[in-house]
Structure formats: structure tokens, C-alpha cells
């Protein structure tokens, strides 16, 4: 954030058994703090359970144990795990603060698929603790079969968290009962930076109250305060019955860290003592693998966040990482930019990718937007847009090389999705309005904040021609989520058609903005 600090099982038989499936979850309607076990002196699994990055074939489960145990997973077509299939993963310890994945591979495409998390103790198996269930569909090997998504960022910004006068992180709940197929999460699944007090004063007069923790207190320096952060979003009911459902594809930014972080930076803020943004950034990424089912991550921090996650014959989502190779913020009037935004390596990756990809729609996942002129400070740029509406310069020069490839390759259906800016909006990019007309015309929408502050629309650079059909934003900063309404979009993409349509929602389900895109077009 760039501102101040399928198949048989149909979505009604899903929703219809949320109820049962959430009760299996052990955890109380609303709760703020991680249930206590079930069994004493046996494995607790109070933080639920979550999958992610999963396609027609596999996906990965997620858990957190409250002591050292071996992680147990069942899959069963049904709820009564009649003919379980068992997953034997890792033994989570102290060294991974407590978390485990297990990777299933093998299967059904297009399928619901439930599972179970048991915790054993190594030394006695016979030891365990309550089992803890959740759902989620692979995606479908078949083009007739419908996509649903989700996407939206920016968590517990600005020290708007967990507030339980108003349910705490109401929209999952919201989110979970439109039954995606799986939900983006755009960035800024944390803010690092960002305190979270106990009570903050609204300017109508009203009590915004925070369930807080030791670990929020303060920003997060060190890697027990970072796995802290991402532990705090999951004392919320509401996204522990979401994790449980909905499978996710994360992605990080800047406040995984600090703000506007860039690799080789040295911080100016008195906060902290540890100044070396790559330090911080380490520690963070760490967490963030423990704490998040990636394929490409590691728990011992290696890996990277970039990634294609592949979601049948209908779509494949690409995801950036416009964080951890980029070139210092700056003015961005250089004429020479190798490096970018993405770093060489990251944007040959996509090129290849996307030229590679027989999916109807190619979902571009980007932590930032293209064509919104996000400020650092007063001289320097956060994002790719600059403000200068001649031909590319700086970061954009990065971006024009992409989207001139996406043309000449004829590269067939690409989506821009995005956050960060903590408002909801449409942008429609076209060479005739554009200083750089070596492109085809694209589709770029945002939507957030999940709960956070909501910040007032920023400007439009011209470089690549970008139209604004529509826009909702706050007419002053950091607005409470009491205050103004959070934002999520969705993508229904349908079997038949190929019709892609994003809706932009807003907290209470109310459609603010859509739009339908025909498939098997280079441009829209």
C-alpha cells in the first residue's frame, strides 16, 4: 500500500451445508482469541486450517499446531470420509513456529473435496488431538465447467483491526457465502509497520475498539514479531470458516514489511532499530512461507512468491511480485530501466509464461496498479506510473516491453487485477488515447480495502492511455471501515460462453461496477 503509514457438488448443497461444515471447525460463532484444545496434553489446531495454490490435480494444506506434532491429513469425497485417502506430512516444530504443509497430489479434477487435519504426537501417535475440517473444490479439466473468484487486499492497515463490536473481519463471512472457487489476495496481508491500539477515537466521536496482542504492539522487527502479525488475522472466526472453504492464491507487498519498501533501502523511521530493509524483508518472507500455502515457497524462507497457478482449461493466474526486485523508488525519468518494477528475470519468466499459456484468460495478478500515480514522498514514485504523460520512462519503460510482447505474440485474453490503493475502480487502456501506442487495449480493475483505511483516488498517467469508467473512493484519508465501505471484486467466467465478467463489489454484497469480456481476443 502506497498511502501514509464444479463437478456433482453444486454451490446451493455447499452453502446449505456451511453451517455443519464451519460447526466441524471446533471454533465459536465469534471468537478473538485461538480456542483452547480439546483434549488435554494432545495437539491443538486452534488457528483452523487453510489450502492453497490448488489446480485440477493438487493443492496444499495448511495448519498450525500448538506444540511439536505430525501433521495428518485425510481427503474423502464426502463428509463421512468414507474411503479416506491418508496424507502423512511433516512434523511441525518450534523451528517453523508450529506450522506444516502437506502437498496433495492426484487429484479429481473438478471435484469437492473434503479433508481433515489430525496432529499426532511423534512419540505416541496413538495420541491426538480433534480432528479439523475443511472443503475445497479442484479446479475443473473440462472448458464447459464455470469459474468463480474472488480478489481483494490490504488487512488490519492504518490499526483497523479486529474490531468486535462490528463482528471483527465481517467481509470474509460475506466473501465465504458467495462460494468462489478460490479468492486472490492482492497484498498487504499484514501491515508490519502498522501498530494495531487498543481503542481509536472516530471524528463523529464514536469508539473504533481493536482486539490486540503483544506482537501488534509495536512494528515488527524481528521474525517472532512478523509471525506474530500474520498470526493476529487468524484469531478472526470469519476468515478461519473462509480459510476452511476457500482455497487461496497470496501474494505480498509493501506491508508485508514497511512501507514502500524497496530492496537495498535503509529506513528513516525512528520506530526501528533494525534499519536494513532487506533484513526486515528476509524475516517477513519467512513468516509469510510459514504462514501461507505457496508452492514456490519454502519454510525456511527460500523460494519466490511469483508463480503461475494454473485453474483448468479456462484460466491461468499469473502472480507478480512487484516487491522484492524492483529498483529504488525515484522520480522515474530515466530513459534506461532494465530493471523495473519486475527485475529481468521475473518479466523473461512472464513473457515466456504467457506466450506458453492455452487458458482462455490469463489473470496478470498485480500487487500494484499500472496507470494510477502512486506517490512516495514528494518527489519519488511508489508504483509504474510516474505522472508524466509522454512516452515511457522509468518503471514504465518495463511495462511497455510487456505489453508490446502481449501483442506481438498475439496473447489472447489478459486481465489485470489489483489492490493497494484502498479504493474500488475500472481502467481501460487503449493505444489511441496512449503516448505509447505499441499495445492492444486491456482491462485493469481494483478493488479493497478488506479492512483497512480508505484513501481518496489518486491521478491518471497518460503514458498508456488509461480511461476511468468508474471509481469509489473516499473523500479524505484513512477512513475506518466504520466509516466508508471495504471492496472485493469478482470474476465469474462462463463454461459455455467464455464470457469473462468482473463485478466490483462492496461490503453488503451491493454491485457497484461490471463489466463482460469477450474471450479470444488479443485486446478489449
Excluded at 502 to 519: H, W
Amino acid at each position: 500500500m502506497a498511502q501514509g503509514s464444479g463437478g456433482g457438488f453444486g454451490r446451493r448443497s455447499l452453502l446449505q451445508g456451511a453451517a455443519a461444515g464451519s460447526a466441524a471447525l471446533a471454533l465459536p460463532a465469534l471468537s478473538f482469541a485461538a480456542p483452547a484444545q480439546a483434549r488435554s496434553g494432545r495437539p491443538g489446531a486452534g488457528w483452523g486450517v487453510q489450502t492453497g495454490d490448488v489446480t485440477a490435480s493438487s493443492g496444499l494444506v495448511w495448519v498450525r499446531s500448538d506444540r511439536r506434532a505430525r501433521m495428518i491429513v485425510q481427503t474423502a469425497a464426502t463428509e463421512s470420509f468414507r474411503h479416506a485417502r491418508t496424507w502423512h506430512g511433516p512434523v511441525v516444530g518450534a523451528g517453523g513456529d508450529f506450522t506444516g504443509v502437506t502437498a496433495l497430489h492426484g487429484l479429481p479434477a473438478g471435484e469437492q473435496i473434503h479433508y481433515r487435519v489430525l496432529l499426532a504426537d511423534p512419540d505416541d501417535p496413538r495420541r491426538t488431538g480433534e480432528p479439523v475440517t475443511g472443503t475445497f473444490r479442484t479446479a475443473p479439466d473440462r472448458r464447459r465447467e464455470n469459474v468463480r473468484f474472488l480478489w481483494s487486499g490490504d488487512l488490519a492497515g492504518q490499526g483497523w483491526g479486529i474490531n468486535p463490536d462490528r463482528g471483527g473481519y465481517r467481509i470474509y463471512e460475506e466473501m465465504r457465502r458467495r462460494n468462489p472457487d478460490f479468492f486472490l489476495c492482492s497484498g498487504d496481508n499484514i501491515y508490519a509497520d502498522g501498530p494495531i491500539p487498543s481503542r481509536v477515537t472516530l471524528p463523529d466521536g464514536r469508539v473504533w475498539r481493536n482486539v490486540t496482542t503483544e506482537e501488534k504492539a509495536k512494528v515488527a522487527e524481528t521474525l517472532a514479531e512478523f509471525r506474530g502479525a500474520f498470526r493476529y488475522n487468524l484469531l478472526d472466526a470469519n476468515l478461519r470458516r473462509f480459510n476452511a472453504q476457500v482455497p487461496t492464491i497470496v501474494q505480498w507487498d509493501d506491508h508485508e514489511v514497511h512501507n514502500n519498501w524497496y530492496p537495498g533501502q535503509l529506513l528513516d523511521d525512528d520506530r526501528y532499530t533494525e534499519k536494513n530493509a532487506d533484513v526486515l524483508a528476509a524475516r517477513s518472507l519467512r513468516a509469510f512461507g510459514e504462514y501461507f500455502p505457496i508452492r514456490t515457497l519454502h519454510p525456511d524462507g527460500g523460494g519466490r512468491v511469483y508463480r503461475v497457478v494454473r485453474h483448468g482449461p479456462l484460466l491461468d493466474v499469473f502472480v507478480l511480485d512487484m516487491r522484492s526486485y524492483r529498483n529504488a523508488n525515484s522520480p522515474g525519468r530515466q530513459t534506461d530501466d532494465r530493471q523495473g518494477i519486475l527485475g529481468a528475470e521475473q518479466l523473461r519468466w512472464l513473457k515466456r509464461e504467457l506466450s506458453r499459456s492455452r487458458a482462455v484468460w490469463k489473470v496478470i495478478a498485480a500487487d500494484l496498479p499500472l496507470g494510477l500515480v502512486v506517490q512516495d514522498g514528494a518527489t519519488d514514485f511508489e508504483a509504474v506510473a510516474q505522472g508524466d504523460p509522454g512516452a515511457p520512462l522509468g518503471r514504465e519503460l518495463q511495462m511497455a516491453e510487456l505489453l508490446r510482447h502481449i501483442k506481438r505474440d498475439r496473447v489472447t485474453g489478459t486481465v489485470w487485477l489489483t489492490a493497494d490503493v484502498h479504493y474500488t475502480s475500472a481502467q481501460h487502456y487503449a493505444p489511441e488515447r496512449a503516448a505509447f501506442k505499441d499495445f492492444e487495449p486491456f482491462w485493469e480493475f481494483v478493488s479493497g480495502p478488506l479492512n483497512a483505511g480508505g484513501f481518496p483516488a489518486v491521478k491518471l498517467d497518460g503514458t498508456f492511455g488509461p480511461a476511468q469508467p468508474f471509481v469509489k473512493a473516499p473523500d479524505r484519508a484513512n477512513t475506518s471501515p466504520a466509516e466508508t465501505p471495504q471492496y472485493f471484486g469478482e470474476v465469474d467466467i462462463d463454461g459455455g460462453s467464455g464470457e469473462l465478467t468482473v463485478r466490483l463489489r462492496q461490503e453488503g454484497g451491493q454491485v457497484l461496477f461490471s463489466k463482460v469480456l469477450q474471450p479470444g481476443r488479443v485486446g478489449q
